[in-house]
């Protein structure tokens, strides 16, 4: 899985910016195939593990413009990993 070959490059040298955007798109993706599986089955579990996986990378995205090493190109995964927090979180406050 690519989140953990990043995670290995990351305990070699945490500082990593290619590492880290490469740890915070993998996230993002896991977040985004979560919630094509719960749109697809109205699965509570999978809206969870939609909101988890985009959490992780919304970490991640302002873990690094923290320290302004965000660059533009993967700047966009800021707003398209909010889109995966806010449906998968419409979906489960429409749940409850």
Known sequence: ??????HRLL??????????INRGVAFYQMGLAH???????GQTA???EALSWAGRAME???????KNLLSAGPAVFVSRT???IDKA???LDGAN
């Open 1 to 6: 899985m690519v989140v953990d070959g990043v």
């Open 11 to 20: 305990q070699g040298n945490p500082a990593n910016v290619s590492a880290n």
């Open 35 to 41: 919630q094509v599986r719960a749109a697809r089955t």
């Open 46 to 48: 999978e809206w969870r």
């Open 60 to 66: 991640v995205w302002y873990r690094l413009r923290g």
């Open 82 to 84: 909010q889109a995966v």
């Open 89 to 91: 979180t419409q979906a």
